[in-house]
């Protein structure tokens, strides 16, 4: 689990815009579709996911994969969680079985086909009607206007969505119009408020609450004694391995604002500053995934989050390009203008007997 928690500090560090703006993604997700690319890849290419993710990925799997099933218990509203993994590729590309062994070990795994080749843009609106269908609307485009072209052979998609309640709601009553003070100033903002025992810990310059939802699901407020401009960047694994251990179960009074951020990314260059770099050269290596010569074009991620009385609801998806390193284009065909006199053969192939033979010299 601490692996998982340095990838996500460390991307997110290279991902999230200024301080003072709102953001979200989702670390499920772009781990889930870099350990698929890293199940993919062989060689250095490998060795740059793996050390990007913090670690192989079957070990991320055994995360992932425990976290795609929720308990129903404990709640009256059922949780609702919903993972796809999707290896698309053009008809024609050759999938090594192996690879599609290995696929099938991921949660909500699946090989379509799309035409890539053939029609671009019916494979980006394929893509785009399975990840909205996954994410309950929540995510329509994922991949904008251009995002797969005539050298796209493949993409593979992770798409997530969660519903969770809270184990106990919040009083819509008790909702109010409290100050919060934006890095533009404060402004008034529905606020939601509730006393009752939460998870709590005032520890290393941080205030934690962590408040439980159905299904085995935790939300966790970490709040900075001071600007979170200055807080942020120097908190590490560690450092938040320590804070989520310090919390313990106390009487809170508790004010948190309703909320709805989304984020919208593309990883390339917040990826390569991890050492991801050799999957966007034609150097990388595809070859545990096809003996065609591949490399990721870009690396798309879109994430939306409402927190309300009721509990929480999100949706993400991240979406690998993939083209050929390069087309392989039919030679110019050799023009052959039959203007003038000519032999015409009509032969039995496997013996060479000639059926016919005739000269032309005047075709009409």
Not at 18 to 46: E, H, I, K, M, N
Not at 109 to 128: G, Y
Request: proline share 7%; glycine share 6%.
């Amino acid at each position: 689990m601490s692996e998982h928690l340095d990838f996500s500090l460390s991307l997110h560090r290279q991902l999230a815009p200024q301080p003072d703006q709102q953001f979200c993604w989702s670390p499920y997700s772009v781990a889930s579709a870099l350990g698929l690319a890293a199940a993919a890849t062989g060689g250095r290419t490998r060795d740059e996911l793996v050390a990007a993710l913090r670690d192989e990925p079957s070990a991320l799997l055994d995360v992932l994969g425990g976290a795609a099933e929720l308990s129903a218990s404990g709640s009256a509203e059922p949780p609702v969680l919903a993972v796809a993994n999707t290896l698309w590729a053009h008809e024609e590309l050759h999938v090594e079985e192996s690879y599609l062994r290995a696929l099938r070990d991921w949660p909500g795994s699946e090989l379509r086909n799309a035409p890539f080749r053939t029609d671009p843009e019916k494979a980006r609106q394929l893509i785009n009607s399975d990840v909205a269908e996954t994410t309950r609307e929540l995510i329509p485009e994922l991949l904008p206007a251009g995002a797969v072209r005539e050298d796209t052979v493949a993409a593979l998609v992770n798409a997530l969505y969660l519903k969770v309640s809270w184990r106990e709601a919040f009083d819509q009553k008790a909702t109010t119009a409290r100050p919060f003070h934006t890095p533009a100033g404060s402004r008034d903002v529905p606020t939601m408020h509730v006393t009752r025992r939460l998870g709590h810990a005032a520890v290393d310059g941080w205030t934690v609450v962590t408040l439980p939802a159905a299904g085995g699901v935790d939300a966790v407020v970490l709040l900075p004694d001071h600007g979170l401009d200055q807080a942020e960047p120097d908190l590490d694994a560690a450092r938040l391995g320590r804070l989520l251990g310090a919390v313990e179960q106390q009487r809170v009074e508790l004010f948190l604002p309703k909320f709805t951020a989304t984020g919208d990314a593309e990883l390339t260059s917040p990826l390569g500053a991890l050492g991801v770099r050799e999957l966007f050269t034609p150097a990388a290596d595809f070859s545990p995934l096809t003996d065609r010569p591949l490399r990721v074009d870009a690396v798309l991620h879109q994430s939306v989050l409402e927190v309300d009385e009721k509990g929480l609801e999100g949706a993400a998806a991240t979406a690998a390009m993939m083209r050929l390193t390069a087309i392989v284009r039919e030679p110019d065909p050799i023009r052959v203008q039959v203007d003038r006199p000519f032999l015409f053969l009509v032969r039995h192939q496997a013996t060479g007997a000639l059926y016919f033979l005739a000269r032309i010299t005047d075709p009409s």
